[in-house]
């Protein structure tokens, strides 16, 4: 009878164990969840945003190739030279962004006519080194009279991200194929990553 | 003394003859390349450009616009059409002598930058175009399949500016009569060749 009492005992201290140790685990579980869930971004729509870029081509009245800023408020996107009128564009005229990366020699022309110069071929060793990777960041927006446009800017890397996720937040549609009608948003597909290979 | 006034009346003559002669003759051809020529008096035609079709390749977003960008500004350097339109542009509707452009991509080989540079021989960027420009009722006026290619110095992008350079020359090339006749069959009859009712 004792024997049963104590074998009783053992089996109700066991439960209690289990249930104890599930419902830490049960505990722990909910609170790694809630560590992964990363707060929705709150951009405040009329707050300046800036970043240095070069407007590769697109932009009305702005030369191509040229280094710029790039900034957002109060709903209009912007791209200002140092000295010259800045273009503009509304975000509300924006139909599709695309995001992709590209990389590229540095240096420009100095840069190629020294590699030329170089004896033994050194020059192409240094080519090898001597490129970067960047973002590049495709825009189709519409003007006044409903004609499409493209705008594309080189970024540093990382940067395009940052612009993307901004651009976002301040309604921009994102990688909108014309095929899925505009309800569904489908990922850009990948710029020209061949570098990386 | 007889024998000279003839004499001088004779050269008078030839001068004369000399003089107005070949001006008759240059105006005449003047004339002729007048009539035959595109030049000024040919009707201008307004041309839109729709956006690239990548077809069934994995085209970047970025090289598809920058080729219609690219083309929009290479077609207005032809000064062959009265205006160069966008995509979606509602001015198109009230145009009465109006082709469109289509371009699809056949063949895209993605390069590298690096690799031209360190090898020279390898990493081009190719691209196969069919460019078409058709008439308002879908009547075929100029199909040619269009290559651009960056071999050896540029980016990646280069490539659709030497494509779109190619394309409009091609357009350019394309013999403006036949173009006229395609489209004079697809007016209506109480259009003229310049579409003014």
Same mark, same amino acid.
């Given at each position: 009878?004792? &024997? %049963?009492?104590?074998?009783?005992?053992?089996?109700?201290?066991?439960?209690? @164990?289990?249930?104890?140790?599930?419902?830490?685990?049960?505990?722990?579980?909910?609170?790694?969840?809630?560590?992964?869930?990363k707060?929705?971004?709150?951009v405040?729509?009329?707050?300046?945003f &800036?970043?240095?870029v070069?407007?590769?081509?697109?932009? /009305?009245?702005t030369?191509?190739?040229?280094n710029?800023?790039?900034?957002?408020?109060?709903?209009?996107?912007?791209? #200002?030279?140092? @000295?010259? /009128?800045?273009?503009?564009?509304?975000?509300?005229?924006? &139909?599709?962004?695309?995001?992709?990366?590209?990389?590229?020699q540095?240096g420009?022309?100095?840069?190629?006519?020294g590699?030329?110069?170089?004896?033994? @071929?050194?020059?192409r060793?240094?080519?090898?080194f001597a490129?970067?990777?960047?973002?590049? %960041?495709?825009?189709?927006?519409?003007?006044?009279?409903?004609g499409?446009?493209?705008?594309?800017? #080189?970024?540093?890397? @990382?940067?395009g991200?940052?612009?993307?996720?901004?651009? %976002?937040?301040r309604g921009?549609p994102?990688?909108?194929?014309?095929?899925?009608?505009?309800?569904?948003?489908?990922?850009?597909?990948?710029?020209v990553t061949?570098?990386?290979? | 003394m007889?024998?000279? $006034?003839? $004499?001088l009346?004779?050269?008078?003559?030839a001068?004369?003859?000399?003089?107005?002669?070949?001006?008759?003759v240059?105006s005449?051809t003047?004339?002729?390349?007048?009539?035959?020529?595109?030049?000024?008096?040919?009707?201008?035609?307004?041309?839109?450009?729709?956006?690239?079709?990548?077809?069934?390749?994995? =085209?970047?977003?970025?090289?598809q616009?920058?080729?219609?960008?690219?083309?929009?500004?290479?077609?207005n $350097?032809?000064?062959?059409f009265?205006?160069?339109?966008?995509?979606?542009?509602?001015?198109?509707?009230?145009?009465?002598? =109006?082709? =469109?452009?289509?371009?699809?991509?056949?063949?895209?080989?993605?390069?590298?930058?690096?690799?031209?540079?360190?090898?020279?021989?390898s990493?081009?960027? $190719?691209l196969t175009?069919?460019t078409?420009?058709?008439?308002?009722?879908?009547?075929?006026?100029?199909?040619?399949t269009?290559?651009g290619?960056?071999?050896?110095?540029?980016s990646n992008?280069r490539?659709?500016?030497?494509?779109?350079?190619?394309?409009?020359?091609a357009?350019?090339?394309?013999?403006?009569?036949t173009?006229?006749?395609s489209?004079?069959?697809?007016?209506?009859?109480?259009?003229?060749?310049?579409?003014?009712?």
């Amino acid at each position: 009878m004792n &024997r %049963l009492f104590a074998l009783r005992n053992h089996e109700a201290g066991s439960i209690v @164990g289990q249930a104890l140790i599930s419902l830490w685990a049960l505990s722990l579980c909910c609170s790694v969840g809630a560590f992964a869930q990363k707060p929705a971004p709150t951009v405040n729509a009329n707050a300046l945003f &800036r970043v240095e870029v070069t407007h590769l081509l697109g932009l /009305p009245n702005t030369k191509s190739n040229c280094n710029g800023t790039l900034s957002i408020q109060d709903k209009v996107l912007q791209f #200002q030279q140092k @000295g010259k /009128p800045g273009a503009q564009v509304s975000m509300a005229s924006i &139909r599709n962004l695309f995001l992709g990366e590209e990389s590229k020699q540095v240096g420009g022309l100095p840069m190629k006519l020294g590699k030329a110069a170089a004896p033994y @071929g050194g020059g192409r060793v240094v080519s090898l080194f001597a490129h970067k990777k960047y973002d590049t %960041l495709t825009l189709e927006y519409v003007d006044s009279d409903g004609g499409v446009h493209g705008a594309i800017f #080189q970024l540093p890397k @990382g940067q395009g991200e940052m612009l993307k996720d901004e651009l %976002l937040a301040r309604g921009v549609p994102w990688g909108v194929s014309p095929d899925s009608g505009g309800d569904q948003p489908t990922k850009s597909t990948a710029e020209v990553t061949r570098e990386n290979k | 003394m007889k024998t000279s $006034k003839r $004499k001088l009346w004779f050269i008078w003559a030839a001068a004369i003859v000399a003089m107005v002669v070949p001006g008759q003759v240059l105006s005449q051809t003047a004339a002729v390349k007048s009539s035959n020529g595109s030049g000024g008096s040919a009707p201008q035609w307004t041309v839109q450009v729709e956006k690239v079709d990548s077809g069934h390749l994995d =085209l970047a977003h970025s090289f598809q616009l920058a080729i219609y960008e690219n083309l929009l500004e290479e077609l207005n $350097k032809t000064k062959k059409f009265k205006a160069v339109l966008r995509e979606g542009d509602r001015k198109a509707s009230e145009v009465p002598s =109006l082709l =469109l452009l289509k371009t699809t991509v056949v063949k895209y080989t993605p390069g590298s930058e690096t690799r031209r540079a360190v090898t020279t021989v390898s990493g081009a960027t $190719k691209l196969t175009v069919r460019t078409q420009l058709l008439t308002r009722g879908g009547k075929i006026v100029v199909d040619r399949t269009v290559n651009g290619n960056v071999r050896f110095f540029g980016s990646n992008l280069r490539a659709t500016h030497n494509l779109a350079r190619n394309i409009a020359s091609a357009i350019k090339k394309a013999n403006v009569a036949t173009v006229q006749a395609s489209y004079r069959d697809t007016q209506p009859p109480n259009l003229n060749a310049d579409g003014a009712q």
